[in-house]
């Protein structure tokens, strides 16, 4: 039942599940959903959105702080809880020093509140602090920051309405951003042509004017073949490249030998597609890419987003002609890295080794400087922890117990805790192995800021009064950074740690908290980068030639298929919420593997039948999809228990190869689970 709120017109709020940024408009006396007429998502909503009180009214609600005590926890009141957790985080930075101990920030949860965490792990003495951004798109972040200066979407999606071409690449917004798709189909009826590479065929393809189904593990090669065709039929161009780029001889001579016939045998796409691809995209005249973790959770993934920057850097698809656009899968995962929720970066990016601007957030924080050397990725803390190296883990709003690859491992690591702290909505995966376990309020139940995958920080308002004894997290963080005795957490409201991150932006000092709450938002640093240089240090893009890079695993005699990982659109990423969701769980279906129909015929398997899934870190069980996926690859939904058997190969931005693991697949002997596949 709802409980607390006022009967009030319709609050403002931005939905709680992916990066698209979708405002909605909830009822405090009913909590149902309306969408939002402005932007972005202009009175459209997915299934997720509309339904998306509906987990915030569950019983399963998180109502007390707990602490545990033997193999049980017990409710403590909140006072004891901050100063036992503040006590045991000092006690453990004396002993050990303040890199023994890692904070994890949240993709879900506001700006403000990702803000005061890495606030506290920097004044705290250490910059082991990430965020879940690490396993979908710092590749991106990496790749884009060495090409165009700057890790982040450059255009809004209003400018995909008015582009001749848009390529989109492992990534289905058809299911995973379906109001994105409605931007999409509006160019499309514009005359834009739509073309989409992938490992299977997606929904979005059915809107595809070209299809492009690649084997796992190949993009480089189609990439550059692709420009193989732009630069050898002098489709690029030179202007643009003249006086806004570096690197174009490089990638010139290395793409020469990937000819359309060489990239047909690597990735199993017709060389005249090839070609006819090349041309249409570059004759265009002006065009989107679009990616998602298809590119990115590779070990070639920082490789992957570098080869398809250069397509658009060869074709000056930038700034009016052109965007860049990395679609993020979490409602803040974009402000939780902006907040410098991430080891290597301060806010807004900047370098940690930026003395200038470190020394800036220093001095508004009240101290002389910031730890410098490198923090943690956040998928490196698992050997750390095994090293013994971090002591104690501070995770908000995470469940690595099931999103991160191998989670076996991540499970049995999380034992060797000596503190862990999980502050979260419900009784999480994570949550039964921590010590204490503090409950946070729902995303309707507190104020504050989120930026979406375009840079729009919008506000979100609060609906209604915190679930039993549930605690908005920003208020949690103010408790902890005054309890550990940090400087600078004197906040009475959520609206001064808004103003406050304001101060570090040159482009949001002179915007108040008062004009974001009354706007459709704030672009940060603005609506469109790059449109006159770029943000390198001599004001140019730099193109940078990448070879093809061999996935981590191979299929053999063993394990011949490649299993692959994807997102349904009824479900968000470990299932937390929307399996509390009554509408969204009437929509699912049980989770199933997609086989292709002649595998499957050898195998000796029908659609339905129950089939064992094995890689070399373990085996799971689900029924059998048979459907359009090419011969050898196998697709399983990431949501519930996939990443039991991922790979933990991690690419240079410290991101795992979560599409790609060599895997066996069998049929079960009578037809149901058996003893020895149970996860």
């Given at each position: 039942?709802?409980?607390?709120?006022?009967?009030?017109?319709?609050?403002?709020?931005?939905?709680?599940?992916?990066?698209?940024?979708?405002?909605?408009?909830?009822?405090?006396?009913?909590?149902?959903?309306?969408?939002?007429?402005?932007?972005?998502?202009?009175?459209?909503?997915?299934?997720?959105?509309?339904?998306?009180?509906?987990?915030?009214?569950?019983?399963?609600?998180?109502?007390?702080?707990?602490?545990?005590?033997?193999?049980?926890?017990?409710?403590?009141?909140?006072?004891?809880?901050?100063?036992?957790?503040?006590?045991?985080?000092?006690?453990?930075?004396?002993?050990?020093?303040?890199?023994?101990?890692?904070?994890?920030?949240?993709?879900?949860?506001?700006?403000?509140?990702?803000?005061?965490?890495?606030?506290?792990?920097?004044?705290?003495?250490?910059?082991?602090?990430?965020?879940?951004?690490?396993?979908?798109?710092?590749?991106?972040?990496?790749?884009?920051?060495?090409?165009?200066?700057?890790?982040?979407?450059?255009?809004?999606?209003?400018?995909?309405?008015?582009?001749?071409?848009?390529?989109?690449?492992?990534?289905?917004?058809?299911?995973?951003h379906p109001v994105v798709m409605d931007y999409i189909?509006?160019?499309?009826?514009?005359?834009?042509?739509?073309?989409?590479?992938?490992?299977?065929?997606?929904?979005?393809?059915?809107?595809?004017?070209?299809?492009?189904?690649?084997?796992?593990?190949?993009?480089?090669?189609?990439?550059?073949?692709?420009?193989?065709?732009?630069?050898?039929?002098?489709?690029?161009?030179?202007?643009?490249?003249?006086?806004?780029?570096?690197?174009?001889?490089?990638?010139?001579?290395?793409?020469?030998?990937?000819?359309?016939?060489?990239?047909?045998?690597?990735?199993?796409?017709?060389?005249?597609?090839?070609?006819?691809?090349?041309?249409?995209?570059?004759?265009?005249?002006?065009?989107?890419?679009?990616?998602?973790?298809?590119?990115?959770?590779?070990?070639?993934?920082?490789?992957?987003?570098?080869?398809?920057?250069?397509?658009?850097?060869?074709?000056?698809?930038?700034?009016?002609?052109?965007?860049?656009?990395?679609?993020?899968?979490?409602?803040?995962?974009?402000?939780?890295?902006y907040m410098g929720a991430l080891s290597e970066f301060?806010?807004?990016?900047?370098?940690?080794?930026?003395?200038?601007?470190?020394?800036?957030?220093?001095?508004?924080?009240?101290?002389?400087?910031?730890?410098?050397?490198?923090?943690?990725?956040?998928?490196?803390?698992?050997?750390?922890?095994?090293?013994?190296?971090?002591?104690?883990?501070?995770?908000?709003?995470?469940?690595?117990?099931?999103?991160?690859?191998?989670?076996?491992?991540?499970?049995?690591?999380?034992?060797?805790?000596?503190?862990?702290?999980?502050?979260?909505?419900?009784?999480?995966?994570?949550?039964?192995?921590?010590?204490?376990?503090?409950?946070?309020?729902?995303?309707?139940?507190?104020?504050?800021?989120?930026?979406?995958?375009?840079?729009?920080?919008?506000?979100?308002?609060?609906?209604?009064?915190?679930?039993?004894?549930?605690?908005?997290?920003?208020?949690?963080?103010?408790?902890?950074?005054?309890?550990?005795?940090?400087?600078?957490?004197?906040?009475?409201?959520?609206?001064?740690?808004?103003?406050?991150?304001?101060?570090?932006?040159?482009?949001?000092?002179?915007?108040?908290?008062?004009?974001?709450?009354?706007?459709?938002?704030?672009?940060?640093?603005?609506?469109?980068?790059?449109?006159?240089?770029?943000?390198?240090?001599?004001?140019?893009?730099?193109?940078?030639?990448?070879?093809?890079?061999?996935?981590?695993?191979?299929?053999?005699?063993?394990?011949?298929?490649?299993?692959?990982?994807?997102?349904?659109?009824?479900?968000?990423?470990?299932?937390?919420?929307?399996?509390?969701?009554?509408?969204?769980?009437?929509?699912?279906?049980?989770?199933?593997?997609?086989?292709?129909?002649?595998?499957?015929?050898?195998?000796?398997?029908?659609?339905?039948?129950?089939?064992?899934?094995?890689?070399?870190?373990?085996?799971?069980?689900?029924?059998?999809k048979l459907g359009r996926i090419p011969s050898g690859?196998?697709?399983?939904?990431?949501?519930?228990?996939?990443?039991?058997?991922?790979?933990?190969?991690?690419?240079?931005?410290?991101?795992?190869?979560?599409?790609?693991?060599?895997?066996?697949?069998?049929?079960?002997?009578?037809?149901?689970?058996?003893?020895?596949?149970?996860?």
């Amino acid at each position: 039942m709802f409980t607390g709120g006022s009967v009030e017109d319709p609050k403002t709020v931005v939905c709680p599940y992916c990066g698209f940024g979708c405002k909605l408009l909830v009822d405090p006396r009913t909590m149902r959903v309306k969408p939002h007429r402005g932007e972005p998502n202009r009175g459209k909503l997915c299934p997720k959105g509309l339904h998306a009180t509906e987990f915030v009214l569950s019983g399963d609600r998180l109502k007390r702080p707990l602490k545990r005590e033997g193999s049980k926890m017990r409710p403590i009141s909140w006072g004891q809880a901050i100063e036992e957790i503040a006590g045991k985080l000092l006690e453990i930075r004396e002993l050990y020093g303040a890199d023994a101990v890692a904070f994890m920030a949240s993709s879900k949860v506001s700006n403000e509140e990702n803000y005061l965490l890495q606030k506290i792990a920097r004044l705290f003495g250490t910059n082991n602090i990430d965020n879940c951004a690490r396993l979908c798109h710092e590749a991106s972040v990496h790749a884009l920051k060495m090409t165009v200066g700057a890790g982040a979407q450059t255009n809004p999606y209003e400018d995909l309405e008015s582009f001749n071409a848009i390529l989109i690449w492992g990534y289905n917004p058809a299911e995973t951003h379906p109001v994105v798709m409605d931007y999409i189909l509006r160019a499309k009826r514009k005359g834009a042509k739509v073309i989409v590479v992938d490992v299977r065929e997606t929904r979005t393809m059915a809107f595809a004017d070209y299809r492009l189904v690649i084997r796992p593990g190949t993009d480089i090669a189609l990439a550059n073949a692709i420009m193989h065709v732009i630069i050898r039929e002098e489709l690029y161009d030179d202007e643009f490249i003249r006086t806004r780029t570096t690197g174009f001889s490089e990638v010139r001579m290395a793409v020469r030998k990937y000819t359309p016939e060489y990239a047909e045998k690597v990735t199993g796409v017709p060389s005249e597609l090839i070609r006819e691809v090349a041309r249409v995209f570059a004759l265009a005249g002006s065009g989107a890419i679009m990616w998602g973790m298809g590119l990115t959770q590779h070990v070639s993934g920082v490789e992957n987003v570098l080869a398809v920057i250069d397509i658009a850097l060869l074709l000056g698809y930038i700034g009016e002609k052109g965007g860049l656009y990395p679609m993020r899968g979490q409602n803040n995962v974009q402000g939780a890295a902006y907040m410098g929720a991430l080891s290597e970066f301060l806010p807004g990016y900047v370098p940690l080794t930026d003395e200038k601007f470190r020394k800036r957030v220093a001095s508004l924080w009240g101290v002389d400087d910031l730890p410098v050397e490198r923090g943690l990725y956040l998928t490196e803390l698992w050997d750390a922890i095994e090293e013994g190296d971090v002591k104690a883990l501070y995770i908000v709003g995470e469940n690595p117990a099931v999103s991160e690859a191998n989670f076996m491992r991540v499970r049995k690591t999380l034992r060797k805790l000596d503190l862990l702290v999980v502050q979260d909505v419900f009784m999480t995966r994570t949550a039964k192995y921590a010590h204490y376990i503090l409950p946070a309020s729902a995303f309707c139940e507190k104020s504050g800021s989120y930026m979406n995958s375009e840079r729009r920080i919008q506000w979100s308002h609060k609906v209604c009064e915190p679930y039993a004894d549930s605690k908005p997290d920003w208020e949690i963080l103010t408790m902890l950074g005054k309890a550990l005795g940090l400087p600078g957490f004197d906040y009475r409201a959520v609206e001064e740690i808004t103003a406050e991150y304001f101060r570090l932006f040159p482009s949001l000092e002179e915007r108040t908290v008062e004009e974001l709450k009354n706007s459709d938002g704030i672009f940060l640093p603005r609506k469109r980068l790059h449109t006159w240089e770029f943000a390198t240090p001599d004001g140019r893009a730099r193109l940078i030639a990448v070879e093809q890079v061999q996935p981590w695993e191979k299929p053999d005699g063993d394990y011949p298929f490649v299993l692959t990982t994807v997102r349904l659109i009824s479900h968000y990423n470990t299932g937390e919420m929307t399996l509390r969701s009554p509408s969204l769980v009437r929509l699912m279906g049980e989770p199933k593997v997609l086989i292709n129909e002649d595998d499957a015929k050898r195998l000796g398997i029908h659609d339905g039948d129950w089939v064992e899934i094995e890689t070399k870190r373990g085996k799971i069980r689900m029924k059998a999809k048979l459907g359009r996926i090419p011969s050898g690859v196998v697709a399983v939904s990431f949501h519930f228990k996939a990443n039991k058997i991922t790979s933990p190969a991690l690419n240079k931005a410290g991101t795992p190869e979560l599409k790609f693991s060599a895997a066996r697949l069998r049929k079960l002997r009578s037809g149901k689970p058996t003893l020895d596949t149970h996860p």
